[in-house]
């Protein structure tokens, strides 16, 4: 079965590349800092999106109480997830330590605009961590308990 990402996580993150893109443009303390950024941030959203999203298109079918049994192919995905969540949460902690250089050099640089950039980034990663994560670990919790696994 193929798990797509919900339309809206993947148009956020695409926005928030494209901000990040800017904010590196933007020069001087600022593009040092967003690139250090981007150089945290590119691998783990490689793995978010390989991983930690896609079981979450499963939320609305269960929610709705279907279950089929080709959805036991998100157990990979969802244990995958289990096993490497410590590592992402502690790349969201140098993700942070970052985007907090990136604040300090927004404001310093009285730019604004990449310092909001850079708290908008760190309230999407608390979401990842306290909603998105934890419903992508449920769907395959839920579903090993239907489907008897």
């Known amino acids: 079965m193929n798990f797509e990402i919900p339309q809206p996580l993947k ?3 695409a926005e928030l590349h494209a901000e990040l893109a800017d904010a590196m443009r933007a020069g001087g ?3 040092e800092a967003a690139e250090e950024v981007a ?6 959203f490689i793995r978010e999106e390989e991983i930690a999203l896609p079981p979450l298109c499963l939320l609305a ?3 709705a109480g279907g279950v089929a049994p ?3 192919d998100v157990l ?5 997830l289990e096993a490497e969540l410590p590592v992402m949460l502690a790349e969201h902690k140098q993700i942070m330590a970052a985007l907090g250089d990136l604040v300090v050099a927004a404001n310093a640089e009285k730019r604004p605009k990449y310092a909001h950039f850079a708290e908008k980034l760190m309230s999407h990663a608390r979401i990842e961590e306290e909603v ?6 449920l769907v395959g919790l839920y579903l090993k308990l239907r489907l008897g696994r």
């Open 132 to 137: 998105l994560y934890p419903a992508a670990l």
């Open 29 to 31: 303390r600022i593009s």
């Open 11 to 13: 148009a956020e993150h």
């Open 61 to 63: 079918p269960l929610a």
């Open 39 to 44: 150089k945290r941030l590119h691998p783990h």
């Open 76 to 80: 990979a995905l969802t244990d995958r």
């Open 70 to 72: 080709e959805m036991a």
